[in-house]
């Protein structure tokens, strides 16, 4: 998903730049989820927040072969989602298409 944006990013003329890079800058930093913690931005857009996507699937152990972790599985995934949203000052976006994740309201 990064790199589809970076290139979206690119192709509208827009540069890119790691998400952990250190300085001023101008230039959109992205990066994963994960890659968020610890940071703060102005602004942050989240994408790809939707059904199969987020969670993550792999991330998650199916309910049927263990509910406990089932369940622990996806409040992991549910705080790196949280991170990720807070780490805004001023400005949040999120975005997905189709259905959206089941971490997102109704």
Partial sequence: MVREAREALRVAGIETVS????????AVRAGTMHAMKGLEFQAVAVIGVEHGLV????????????????????????RVLFVACTRARDHLYVSGTGQPSIFLPP
Avoid at 58 to 75: F, I, N, R, Y
């Fill in 19 to 26: 998400l952990n890079r250190r300085g001023e800058t101008k």
């Fill in 55 to 78: 969670p993550e699937p792999a991330a998650v152990t199916p309910a049927a072969e263990d509910a406990a972790t089932h369940a622990q599985d996806l409040q992991r995934e549910r």
